[in-house]
């Protein structure tokens, strides 16, 4: 007889890694947080799309966009500041001072830039918003989801898409703005003139926000994004978190009535916090990695707490020092000078005072000199050797500007600008065109005993008006390879 041995019995598959999402049905929370959060998302909102409408006048030939990223032109414009190419450093220092900001306020409140101000949570929060307009509260919405199509389910899911999409779009329209002048890539758009990146561009990101804060919601946080990952390394005993306290809630239980509160925490286990939350965690299992602390769960509680006639707090910011300190019967002490606040703070003004003195006191033009690389030189035949340059003149000023041109440190030399004539004193005067970059051909001849292959010298350039010196040193090759 043959024993047939059932193998899956035997050995079960291991379990599955997999868990698939749970749908999340944030309930409306109502109080000071919430407010916050409103106005939070409203003044972030309302920067995002009117920002690049603003204008601000800088001069003839030069955008009047307050804020613009201008590839073409090559420049950054941002109110009264520009950035230009060669500058970029100073967007480098204000990227580190934002950096450490970020760090700054992680170790004073744990994670407010997640709860409150990334894109993220903003357009997630607006997506939900419409959502509630048109599928109701969270158990309207469960009931909604559970129930078979119909016309009633249809139009609102219909219409819930539809104004996401809308929003999508106004989003990804928006982000080309800072690219291009607003007016000429919205008029441009229409009549397909706008150029074809701006049209890519505006295409990803209608997708990515109809993507990420329709579909995708607070698995970015928690999957997605590696700042949950970063802020463990940036957060101590003395940060102020969105905490439960537990000394106070439990031992929790149901409470009803005028029962006593003897011999029990403040909890009454009514869930309120974990049916407001976006990321459907309860706050009361500690601190956890999908926590953005949006502080919803204090609104709600403490709106239970009023309801039942307890104080409120009973979640709440606070830190984990303080939490020990209540267990062990100390009173609590709030720590906002730390070593590492300090530190944060410190980089923060040393890297800022240097960004700031850096930009207030740069030259408003530049000189480069480039030397051609082939031939090095060349010997005339009266034994004089010429070399050639390209001479850089970068004008910062929205004014035109007249500058003499002279050559330092290299005797026996004369200064030739091709189309421009020498002065009898060897300079050369040129006009150079307001908030421009204009390239010069330069020759130097020079008649000399030395025997040396190369020989350092100086352009000199000179504002006429003003009196502003700008150089640039350069090598004359007279010999060798
Ligand atoms: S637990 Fe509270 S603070 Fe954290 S995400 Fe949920 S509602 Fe926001
Ligand atoms: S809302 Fe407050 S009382 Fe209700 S379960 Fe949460 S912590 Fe407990």
Known sequence: MTTIIDHTKANPPPPSLYEGRKQIYPKLAHGKFRMVKWIVMAVTLGIYYV????????????????????????????????????ELYYLAGLLIMATLGLFLVTSLFGRAWCGYTCPQTVWTDLYIWVERAFEGDRAARMRLDAAPWSFNKAWRKFGKHLIWLVIAFWTGGAFILYWHDAPTVAKGWFTGEAPLTAYFFAGILTFTTYFLAGWMREQVCTYMCPWPRIQGALTDENALNVTYRFDRGEPRAPHRKGESWEGRGD??????????????????????????????????CDDIMKKVGRPIGLIAYDTDNAVAARVAGKKPVYKVLRPRTLLYATLMIIIGAMVGFGYFNKSSFEVNVLKDRSPPFIRLSDGDIRNGYTLKLVNKSSTARNVA????????????MIGLETEE?????????????????????????????????????????????????AVFVQGGN
């Open 51 to 86: 920002l690049p409408w603003i204008r601000w006048p800088r001069g003839e030939g030069i955008p009047d966009q307050a804020v613009l990223a201008d590839f073409e032109g090559e420049k950054f414009y941002f109110f009264w500041f520009e950035i230009w190419p060669q």
């Open 405 to 416: 041109i002279e050559i330092q440190g290299l005797d026996g030399s004369e200064l030739q």
């Open 267 to 300: 909890c009454i286990d009514c869930k309120q916090c974990v049916q407001v939350c976006p990321m459907g965690i309860d706050i009361r299992d500690g601190a956890q990695l999908e926590c953005i602390h949006c502080a919803l769960c204090i609104d709600a």
């Open 425 to 473: 004193n060897g300079e050369v005067e040129l006009n150079m065109g307001a908030h421009r970059v204009d390239r010069f051909r330069m020759l130097i001849t020079r008649h000399t005993e030395d025997t040396a292959p190369r020989a350092n010298f100086t352009v000199i350039v000179r504002d006429t008006e003003t009196g502003e010196v700008e150089d640039s040193s």
